[in-house]
């Protein structure tokens, strides 16, 4: 399996992963123990699934934009003003 194929596997994976973690079955009903004296179990774990979510979708951003796409674009507005 070469790098790039490695690469997007592990992204698939950990976007399935985050999908997953999503799912909160386990703080539904549950307002206690608070976080920091004053914030419920539930709204934190969906702040912090909030800040994972960002990280992935920068991941996926850094590793699986389609550049080619950009200098395509890039290259056609270079065109059109000339």
Not at 16 to 37: E, K, S
């Amino acid at each position: 399996m070469n790098r790039r194929a490695l690469k997007r596997s592990l992204l698939v994976l950990l976007t399935f992963g985050v999908y997953a973690l999503h799912q909160d079955v386990w703080f539904w009903r549950q307002a206690r123990p608070l976080v920091f004296g004053f914030l419920p179990v539930g709204l934190a774990y969906h702040a912090a699934y909030a800040v994972l979510a960002s990280l992935l979708l920068f991941m996926l951003v850094k590793a699986a934009w389609p550049a080619h796409l950009e200098h395509e674009a890039a290259a056609r507005d270079e065109e059109r003003k000339r």
